[in-house]
């Protein structure tokens, strides 16, 4: 069974590469070689070449492991950390107070007399 490669939007494919670029810099450095790196996060060099150059087709989880060899898994806590758009469509969607009307007082009573 052959694999179908997800298309991404441009800016989508240009984050990934500019991710990948920023582990690259952060290895370089640390002065890590490629190997130290693989061998840290049990992971293969084809692997971290195509994190390196932003492939979206490695899970997520070899993201995780390269960030914390190079002690950067902190960054990974932020992703989606504010959102808020999501905030303001909840706050939109939550129930409005509604107060009852007042009441008419009858016609003759005045305030404040007694």
Do not use: H, W
């Amino acid at each position: 069974m052959t694999s179908r490669a997800t298309p991404l939007y441009p800016a989508s494919a240009k984050e990934m590469e500019s991710l990948g670029q920023r582990l690259r810099d952060a290895r370089l450095r640390r002065r890590f070689s490629m190997e130290t790196v693989c061998a840290r996060a049990n992971l293969s060099r084809p692997t971290l070449y195509k994190i390196e150059n932003g492939d979206p087709s490695v899970a997520v989880g070899f993201y995780i492991q390269v960030l914390r060899v190079l002690g950067l898994l902190g960054d990974f806590s932020l992703i989606a950390k504010e959102d808020a758009l999501g905030r303001r469509l909840q706050d939109e969607s939550l129930p409005q107070r509604r107060r009852a009307p007042r009441k008419k007082a009858p016609a003759g009573a005045s305030d404040g007399e007694a």
